[in-house]
T-cell receptor, first 110, second 116 residues
Framework: EDQVTQSPEALRLQEGESSSLNCSYT??????LFWYRQDPGKGPEFLFT???AGEEKEKERLKATLTKKESFLHITAPKPEDSATYLC???????????FGTGTRLQVTL | GAVVSQHPSRVICKSGTSVKIECRSL??????MFWYRQFPKQSLMLMAT?????????EQGVEKDKFLINHASLTLSTLTVTSAHPEDSSFYIC????????????FGQGTRLTVV
């Protein structure tokens, strides 16, 4: 059974204070690892897909990396508008449905 | 990215009544859509997989007679919460993948259901 564990559960940063969110996974044959951002009362917004170890993707202040066991979402010089819950999900084996982690609630203060 | 539209965004209904939630893929066809439920400060819980032209596949513990799913076209899936009770109050979200079930999924805006 695919498993995804995200840490920390919650993270509070000051504006400009860079940090990383972790997503550890166990899956039989990774077909894709996905990062989403979710604002309160909204559906998840797609950020990145990573397919193989060593792959990296960037979007503005966010950078996602992937190893064989975990993925990191690096946030560089965050701003208050980056405050949200960040969700990690995997698709493995012959599955057609995503397995989600419980998310990291990020708060960026001035 | 692809656009998935969900309607309504909020609904309040009386206990015992039924509520229908629509999920549309606006710029792609989706043979498969997914319905999730989310409790406060928790992650998404998959309820069922909606398959165009065939019966939905429900996750263990989800009552298929209470949560009716219809996927009548390649761009529309509906979730009907029948005989709603206060414990059905929750945030319901749908998703679809332009490339089928094996690629990134795009989510609707979610529906906040309150049963009074």
């Amino acid at each position: 059974e695919d498993q995804v564990t995200q840490s920390p559960e919650a993270l509070r940063l000051q504006e400009g204070e860079s940090s990383s969110l972790n997503c550890s996974y166990t899956v039989s044959g990774l077909r894709g690892l996905f990062w989403y951002r979710q604002d309160p009362g909204k559906g998840p917004e797609f950020l990145f897909t990573l397919y193989s170890a060593g792959e990296e993707k960037e979007k503005e202040r966010l950078k996602a990396t992937l190893t064989k066991k975990e993925s990191f979402l690096h946030i560089t010089a965050p701003k208050p508008e980056d405050s949200a819950t960040y969700l990690c999900a995997v698709l493995g084996g012959t599955a057609s449905k995503l397995t989600f982690g419980t998310g990291t609630r990020l708060q960026v203060t001035l | 990215g692809a656009v998935v539209s969900q309607h309504p965004s909020r609904v309040i209904c009386k206990s015992g009544t039924s509520v229908k939630i629509e999920c549309r893929s606006l710029d792609f066809q989706a043979t498969t859509m997914f319905w999730y439920r989310q409790f406060p400060k928790q992650s998404l819980m998959l309820m069922a997989t909606s398959n165009e032209g065939s019966k939905a596949t429900y996750e263990q513990g989800v009552e298929k007679d209470k949560f009716l799913i219809n996927h009548a076209s390649l761009t529309l899936s509906t979730l009907t919460v029948t005989s709603a009770h206060p414990e059905d109050s929750s945030f319901y979200i749908c998703s679809a993948s332009p490339g089928g079930g094996g690629t990134e999924a795009f989510f609707g805006q979610g529906t906040r259901l309150t049963v009074v």
